[in-house]
């Protein structure tokens, strides 16, 4: 596939055994920085840049996954799987961020992302 294709079938694993099943598509931010601006009493605007982790934002389906035992528990690898497209997302050495949002209605999970660890983007 071309790095013009997107979407499809993903999976997502972690060296913990706990697999997510993804609802909708995961949103990477694999900068490691956020700029912002600062405005002088002249008009002139400065950037200020600030290191920040990586972070992968998903939701995914509520399968019962002990959420509180994953975020206490030590870092692990997760693999992200674009079947379609043949592009696989590592972050190894990362932790689980954020609150869990657990709609009843839809069984999804939200507020949840996986951050503090490396990594990489690779097409096969």
Known sequence: ??????????TMKTSLGVEFILR???????????????????????SITTLTAVEIMFEFRDDGQDIKAIQDGPRFNATWVEQRTGVTHTMTGCFLKGRADRARATGAVSGMSLAGGIYARKQR
């Open 1 to 10: 596939m071309s790095g013009k294709d997107f979407g499809g079938s993903m």
């Open 24 to 46: 909708g598509v995961p949103n990477v931010m694999d900068t490691g920085l956020e700029v912002a601006d600062e405005t002088n009493q002249n008009g002139s605007t400065d």
